[in-house]
């Protein structure tokens, strides 16, 4: 399980490193693309190990043809998908689409989300944060709905 957040500078080449404690669950390929957020003013990358990429792929594979809303984000997150390999320190290189689709220059906050890694430029991050405290009793609610 991928938990708690980290803080790490990326290098001149765009690569960061990720946390040992995820290196075992993640394996040795991070694969990276667009995170899905409600937000179209907050961009953030999900990565996901191959086996979850792969659960993930066959969920977004069983929308139907006909589902033009799932289409376009299907085709959006199939296009920007890339499969970084994890180096012997640790590190990964995004792609400079991603780097710059997430406003990713300097600095990265890495955060477990259960199955899946988020990486978000800080400041996108806090912003990000303090608009979801806005609606934070209506996230509750939602949850109580969900029976969690």
Known sequence: M????????????????????WRESVGDTLVLTLGLLESTSAVCLSGMSLEEWERFS?????????????????????????????DKQGRILIPAQLRDLAE??????????????????????????AACEENYGDALAHLAALGI
Not at 2 to 11: A, C, K, N, R, T
Not at 107 to 124: F, K, Q, S, Y
Request: hydrophobic share 45%.
């Open 58 to 86: 066959q969920k977004l594979s069983a929308l139907p043809v006909t589902d033009v809303k799932g289409q376009a984000i299907r085709r959006k997150i199939y296009s920007m998908a890339a499969a970084c390999e994890i």
């Open 104 to 129: 990713l220059t300097k600095d990265a906050t890495l955060i477990g989300v259960g199955e899946r890694v988020e990486i978000w430029n800080p400041e996108t991050l806090t912003d990000y944060n």
């Open 2 to 21: 991928l938990i708690g957040s980290f803080e790490h500078m990326l290098d001149a080449k765009g690569r960061v490193f990720i946390p040992a404690k």
